[in-house]
């Protein structure tokens, strides 16, 4: 094989190998901001119940009024007995297809 042969195939080996890797960034990339949107549209909407739970929560004179900050801090993100509120919004439906297809082309 002579040097410039070697070389084109050295290229086409390189570039064959970075296309894939360009695109999966892209993807990843993509991924991430159709996660951020899904955060700032289930937020828009666990916000005004949040709020709610924690008025409730200190319109009791008993309870200290930090402690129904910390404790409804994370309603809405789900836990041990409660589902995640809201995943079912169309830019989380799509960011869950986007990390499926995401992980499928990582196995590949």
């Known amino acids: 094989m002579t040097p410039c042969t070697r070389a084109s195939v050295f290229a086409a080996a390189v570039l064959a190998l970075a296309v894939p890797a360009m695109s999966l ?3 990843a990339s993509h ?4 996660e951020a949107q899904c955060a700032k549209d289930r937020e828009a909407k666990i916000k005004p119940l949040r709020d709610a739970q924690i008025a409730k929560c200190k319109a009791d004179k008993a309870n200290d ?6 404790f409804w801090s994370d309603y809405g993100n789900g836990g041990r007995r409660r589902p ?3 995943d079912n919004l169309p830019s989380c439906v799509a960011a869950a297809k986007a990390r499926q297809a995401l992980h ?3 196995d590949d």
């Open 104 to 106: 499928a082309a990582d």
């Open 31 to 34: 991924l991430a901001a159709l």
């Open 84 to 86: 995640r509120l809201f």
């Open 65 to 70: 009024p930090e402690h129904c900050e910390h």
């Open 25 to 27: 960034a892209d993807a």
